[in-house]
């Protein structure tokens, strides 16, 4: 019996898009290892991120374009994963050896949730396959630690810093510096030390998203992250009502001016879904984060509901997504996630050359 013609296998793989990024997998470069023995098929394709909303669907559009195809028996598909850099490399940045995006998740106001989502979509990206760090970047007020469980001192291995490690999570702290219960009365300087030492004296090792828990607003460390190291980009956190979405469209515009793309915006504390008879009730509003995303032309990630497990695992150190990863909350940190990534990859496929602005 003849084997299978090489030329036929990639073109059924050409019907296969790839949705975010509107080309077909062969002409991304995503086919690899063909192996044709006969009638059977076997190959792989390598997404760019191991968090992909729609790996399984495309996995099963391949199967069946490559069954298709005349004299094919047997199809075997492999999954994997290879994240790209979409860091635009500017003049003063350099890039975090090993550390292929770096994502702020930031708000132009306190009290969002900012802290607990950046908490779980780190633990999400994590538990999808990817390897991510988190930087506490809320000098001022250091939560991470205490969200995630985690306890004892920063360490040295020669004259970089380890990151403390849990759920997958690779995490550094001004909560690891100090006892807990004294505050940080530092100037803006000293902020934009702290944060170069955070990037560029840590053996963060290979990672595929290093997030930045940003203090709220629109201060000094968003500045000298701008000038620090290429960002992927940034996540605005809001919630529905419009005294958080007025300062959060003045983050989006902070971002964009300090050249930063806005990767998209999130709904936090977006409704309440009643235990017992699932009514939704809109407590802060509707609708007003995606509104408020479409009139920005930033994309709009996802609404996260009001529950209480939320708050508690926070407390706790275990979050949601660790604790009751089947719960709709937790389905909807997932859901955040994988547009995070897909939003990355769009951006990886786009990276602009853009001038560096003039900041007073």
Request: proline share 7%; aromatic share 6%.
């Amino acid at each position: 019996m003849s084997s299978v013609d090489q030329s036929a296998v990639f073109d059924a793989l050409r019907s296969v898009m790839d949705p975010d990024l509107h080309r077909d997998i062969v002409a991304l470069g995503f086919v690899k290892e063909l192996q044709i023995d006969g009638g059977r098929v076997a190959f792989t394709i390598e997404l760019t991120t191991p968090a992909c909303p729609v790996k399984d669907a495309m996995r099963d559009q391949a199967r069946a374009a490559v069954s298709a195809v005349p004299g094919v028996t047997a199809v075997d598909v492999t999954m994997t994963a290879a994240v790209r850099s979409a860091g635009t490399m500017l003049a003063g940045r350099a890039p975090v050896p090993g550390v292929r995006n770096v994502v702020a998740i930031g708000a132009g106001k306190g009290g969002v949730g900012k802290t607990t989502l950046a908490v779980n979509l780190a633990a999400a990206l994590s538990a999808r396959g990817s390897r991510v760090g988190l930087i506490d970047g809320d000098i001022y007020g250091p939560n991470v630690p205490i969200m995630l469980g985690m306890e004892g001192q920063l360490e040295s291995e020669g004259d970089r810093i380890v990151p403390i490690e849990r759920y997958g999570i690779k995490a550094v702290s001004m909560g690891f510096l100090t006892d807990g219960q004294s505050p940080v009365i530092w100037r803006g300087p000293m902020l934009h030390s702290v944060i170069r030492q955070f990037f560029n004296d840590v053996l963060w090792g290979e990672l595929d998203y290093l997030l930045i828990d940003m203090p709220p607003g629109t201060g000094d460390v968003a500045l000298s992250l701008s000038q620090t190291v290429p960002v992927a980009g940034a996540i605005v956190v809001t919630t529905p009502q419009e005294v958080s979405l007025a300062d959060s469209r003045r983050a989006v515009r902070m971002y964009q001016k300090l050249n930063i793309p806005v990767l998209g915006l999130i709904e936090n504390m977006s409704y309440f879904a009643c235990p017992n008879c699932q009514h939704e009730s809109d407590v802060f509003g509707r609708g007003g984060g995606e509104r408020t995303a479409q009139a920005m032309e930033v994309p709009f990630l996802g609404r996260i509901p009001i529950y209480e497990p939320i708050c508690r695992g926070g407390d706790a150190g275990q979050p949601l997504v660790i604790g009751e990863p089947q719960s709709a909350a937790a389905r909807a940190f997932f859901s955040a996630a994988e547009q995070l990534a897909a939003q990355v990859s769009i951006a990886s496929y786009q990276k602009p050359r853009i001038p560096v602005a003039e900041v007073q």
